[in-house]
């Protein structure tokens, strides 16, 4: 049975009707879970199995749970320290940077899969340039080359215990000020610029294989008059084209504001899907959601739902009692202690 293009939201903690009347149309492909749907690890696995029930089919489970600041389930759960670490780190000690990305990934991923859930939306790909607050410490580091090592280590670990890896924001959030959860951000480099910059950790992950890619909700003005989400010119001709990208493209939510620019949401999924994206993000919006849903035309397209196959969790035997779990826990440790006396020094 094929996956559909809608990725979307539930309300609580337990499934609702109007949740099951959304996760069984056939236009349907996933949920992304968020704090609001995380009571305790036991009523986790019970939302999760029951998901899986009703939908009967193939269908993405997702998260944002990077570390850091993005997070959403917290108790039962490893902190995950934010990638910032990882970046001041390898300027001190290059190698134990890398290990302690690879064992990082492994972990988030290692107790995310216990659950069930195929991917969390990671890694951030970003570059910090010191501008953008909505990234900021979610990225590794400003050297593109940097980034690329500790992201290709991180999602090695995640690859281990079977998740796929997001590369996020394409083709780089960090060099706006604005928040497209709030507004639509203008970056107004030449492609020249970004392509020494921040395409290139992007262009290095798709040659080893990065599995998915999610673009930001930004207006590049000298390349493109629209944001790269909604962008034929990015998606396609640089991203699939120059960059030979042949993984899964998942639309930024389009109920944020930066995805306004197209439209209502149907125009905004349409617009998304006609530049190359291959799921849609609807989320915090039930009407935005059914919206979409009743604008998708059937049948779907199979292409499209082979791809989003490959973003299915793999089944791995993952000991979180073993030693590997304990050591993985101490160095997220040291990577949250770290963030707290680094916030400390800046208050």
């Given at each position: 049975m094929t996956i559909g293009p809608v990725m979307l939201d539930l309300v609580g903690t337990t499934l609702l009707d109007e949740d099951i009347e959304r996760l069984v149309h056939p236009a349907s492909g996933g949920i992304i879970l968020f704090s609001r749907n995380y009571e305790s690890p036991e009523?986790?696995?019970?939302?999760?199995?029951r998901v899986r029930k009703v939908a009967g089919r193939e269908y993405i489970i997702?998260?944002?749970?990077?570390?850091?600041?993005?997070?959403?389930?917290?108790?039962g759960f490893t902190r995950i320290p934010p990638m910032a670490w990882l970046g001041d780190l390898y300027q001190k000690e290059k190698s134990k940077a890398l290990e302690y990305a690879?064992?990082?990934?492994?972990?988030m991923a290692a107790e995310l899969?216990?659950?069930?859930?195929?991917?969390?939306?990671?890694?951030?790909?970003?570059?910090?340039?010191?501008?953008?607050?909505?990234?900021?410490?979610?990225?590794?580091?400003?050297?593109?080359?940097?980034?690329?090592?500790?992201?290709?280590?991180?999602?090695?670990?995640?690859?281990?215990v079977g998740m796929p890896a997001t590369g996020k924001h394409f083709p780089g959030h960090g060099a706006v000020s604005g928040d497209s959860h709030l507004e639509l951000p203008v970056d107004s480099r030449l492609f020249v610029?970004?392509?020494?910059?921040?395409?290139?950790?992007?262009?290095?992950?798709?040659?080893?294989?990065?599995?998915?890619?999610?673009?930001?909700?930004?207006?590049y003005e000298s390349c493109d008059p629209n944001p790269a989400g909604f962008?034929?010119?990015?998606?396609?001709?640089?991203?699939?084209?120059?960059?030979?990208?042949?993984?899964?493209?998942?639309?930024d939510d389009l109920t944020?504001?930066?995805?306004?620019?197209?439209?209502?949401?149907?125009?905004?999924?349409?617009?998304?899907f006609t530049a190359g994206c291959d799921m849609v993000l609807v989320c915090n919006?039930?009407?935005?959601?059914?919206?979409?849903?009743?604008?998708?035309?059937?049948?779907?397209?199979?292409?499209?739902?082979?791809?989003?196959?490959?973003?299915?969790?793999?089944?791995?035997?993952?000991?979180?009692?073993?030693?590997?779990?304990?050591?993985?826990?101490?160095?997220?440790?040291?990577?949250?202690?770290w963030a707290q006396e680094r916030e400390c020094d800046e208050s």
């Open positions: 009523q986790l696995h019970r939302l999760i199995s997702a998260v944002d749970h990077e570390g850091g600041r993005v997070q959403r389930f917290r108790n690879h064992e990082l990934g492994w972990l899969r216990d659950y069930d859930i195929d991917i969390s939306f990671a890694p951030v790909l970003d570059l910090d340039f010191g501008i953008c607050d909505v990234i900021g410490d979610r990225a590794f580091q400003s050297d593109p080359l940097i980034v690329t090592n500790l992201a290709g280590a991180f999602i090695a670990g995640m690859h281990e610029e970004i392509g020494m910059a921040d395409l290139i950790p992007f262009e290095r992950l798709v040659q080893k294989g990065l599995d998915a890619i999610m673009p930001a909700h930004v207006i962008s034929p010119y990015w998606l396609q001709q640089v991203l699939r084209k120059q960059l030979g990208f042949d993984g899964v493209i998942f639309s944020m504001e930066g995805a306004a620019f197209a439209g209502t949401y149907p125009e905004r999924a349409n617009a998304a919006n039930q009407q935005a959601a059914e919206q979409v849903l009743e604008s998708i035309k059937l049948p779907l397209d199979e292409q499209m739902s082979a791809r989003l196959e490959k973003m299915l969790g793999a089944h791995v035997e993952i000991d979180l009692t073993g030693h590997r779990w304990m050591k993985a826990v101490e160095i997220a440790a040291e990577g949250v202690n």
